[in-house]
């Protein structure tokens, strides 16, 4: 199993979740989150007056797949989250070692 | 509460109780003539008319018709009766609309302020209309109009006969009034009681600029002082001089400089002061943390709610027809037709010169300067809307718009200081700009016998530099007293109470620490019990 963490434009959060139920993923879980990359965030003028906005508003969409389904996943969700341009994100590919679900008590594959 | 601070609070709540119970005791003290007229019932008669239009009877007519008709001159009183009662009215709701710009700065300031303090600068723009308003009422008003004599288009038996004048150079220099105190005695008279509400709303104007120079880090206790002193001296006196008789309005009477400092609506009176008085306090009380760094450049410090900002900036063009027309005091001279419509293009002006002035420095038009460049145009038409062409009210509403942008940067980069939502710059150097417009562009077509000068008043352009030099007389009057008096003032206040908050309290905001509530407290997790 593995988990699956993409950090995107708050923009495109409604195409990826598409793309992701297509792909027969049920279940995502998505944080409002801050962050910058190689740019560094940017300048804005307010009054005049210069200032930079460093931590730049992101959305984090974390969803758990078995080991096999993780290529084509990537795959859906760089389609569906790229635009090309700077500031598009990133996906980052975990092991997860065991997934329960609370209410009946089912771990490993079945829980996912 | 600590204790010396609960002493001082429960002095001053005594010494109020005080005052008011003098104030009610005042009417067995206040000497017979001329008789104040609670009721309205006889206010506004037949001499009313005279001069009410370009036909209109005069005093001769109506001495020999009286004898001769008793009907007529019956009907004349009724005539007389419905000019000052259309005048009192029209007053009184431009009065309203005034006071309801009281919101609009609320909007304003907090918009551009972080949100952090948004409960603090919204409880500073709420208080500062009544206390301010209680100082006015104390002794401000008094000061102000307590020696106008009659106001002649509110009618009424001119009861505020009380200027205080010395004599120089063998001429007399009016310098406060002294009728009035507490709206008691013989000033309980409706159409005083009607210029009160009136002059107050404006009053109230001047006293909220500062609170937005010195948003986000002003103690509260200190400026609850600095809303009585301004309600009830700073504002007042200069007033006096300009509207209640004081010795600027009589400059034209008594040197020959056009017809005195003039000033419609209060570019000078009302915003200069205001804005002269925020430039001071924000430089006393320091700019905000993290404002400047060490090297003096300053940090932009983005508002929290823009669209607010933009409403409030509405709300105070919505309030600025009030402002400007009525204070013709007179809902039957048809020249606020011209002032209404002045009032407008100036605001459409200074919107787009400032609009345009950002778009090609700066590459957007930043929506927070052009609020300001609207204000400015407003602020700056505010003492020629009545003296000025159309196209003149665009052009000062073009430089207004632009003047509020040189200055926001200057105020910032070269005197250093802190004016978190640019008070001064719209409302003190465009304050300025506006009775020095009026002595330029003043056209000649209004204003006849203005403060006792027969003739019109006409500006530098129109043949008349001595009325220019009557408004750059008041300008200077108006930057050396209210920037001494307040620089006193605010001096004072720092020595014996204090003017900032603590620094952690700036750092966590200053909405919990000083006012008690946050203004958005859902920004913090919390858990309520669900029974």
Known sequence: MKKIEAIIKPFKVDDVKKAL????????????????????????????????????????????????????????????????????GKIFVYDLEEVVRIRTGERGREAL | MKKPLRKIATTALCLLVLLVGLAAALPALADEAPKPDPSGANTGVINDIIGASAGAPTDNDIKTMSEKEPLAAKVGDVAGHNRISINIVWTLICGFLVMFMQAGFAMVETGFTRAKNAGHTMAMNFMIYGLGMLGY????????????????????????????????????????????????????????????LFQMVFM???????????????????????????????YPLFANWVWGGGWLSTLGKNFGLGHGHVDFA???????????????GAWVLGPRLGKFNKDGSPNAIPGHHIPMA??????????????????????????????????????????????????????????????????????????????????????IGVIAGVLVCLSVFFVERTLKIDDPVGAFSVHGLNGAWGVIALGIFADGAYGDGWNGVSGT???LLYGDASQFAAQLVGTLTNLIYVGL?????????????????????????????????????DFNLRNLPKY
């Open chain 1, 21 to 88: 139920n297509e792909a027969g993923i049920t279940g995502m879980t998505v944080l409002e989150v801050r962050g910058f990359g190689r740019q560094k965030g940017h300048t804005e003028i307010y009054r005049g007056a210069e200032y930079v906005v460093d931590f730049l508003p992101k959305i984090k969409v974390e969803v758990a797949v078995p080991a096999e389904s993780v290529p084509a996943v990537v795959e859906r969700i760089l389609t569906a989250a790229r635009t090309g341009k700077i500031g598009d």
């Open chain 2, 204 to 234: 109230d104007t001047t006293a909220t600029i500062p609170t937005g120079s010195m948003a986000e880090r002003w103690n509260f206790k200190s400026f609850v002082v600095y809303g009585f002193f301004v309600g009830g001296i700073l």
């Open chain 2, 485 to 521: 008096v307040s620089l006193i003032f605010f001096v004072i206040l720092k020595k014996v109470i204090g003017l900032r908050v603590p620094e952690e309290v700036e750092i966590e905001g200053l909405d919990q620490a000083e006012v008690a509530v946050t203004a958005y407290p």
């Open chain 2, 137 to 196: 009422w104390i002794c401000g008003f008094a000061l102000q109009m307590g020696g106008v004599g009659g106001v002649a288009t509110l009618g009424g038996a001119g009861v505020l006969n009380g200027e205080y004048v010395i004599h120089l150079f063998g001429k007399e220099f009016g310098l406060f009034g002294t009728k009035g105190f507490f709206l008691s005695g013989t000033t309980y008279d409706a159409a005083v009681f009607a210029l009160f």
């Open chain 2, 310 to 395: 933009v409403v409030g900036t509405f709300i105070l063009a919505f309030g600025w027809f009030g402002f400007n027309a009525g204070s013709s005091l007179s809902g039957t001279d048809l020249r606020i037709g011209v002032i209404a419509t002045n009032t407008m293009l100036a605001s459409a002006a200074g919107a787009f010169s400032s609009m345009m002035y950002m778009w090609i420095r700066y590459g957007k038009p930043d929506i927070s300067m052009i609020c300001n460049g609207m204000l400015a145009g407003l602020v700056a038409i505010t003492a020629p809307c009545a003296f000025v062409t159309a196209p003149s009210a665009v052009l």
């Open chain 2, 266 to 280: 209060g570019s000078s009176v009302v915003h200069m002061t205001g804005g002269v008085a925020a430039l001071v």
């Open chain 2, 457 to 459: 008043v006409k500006g």
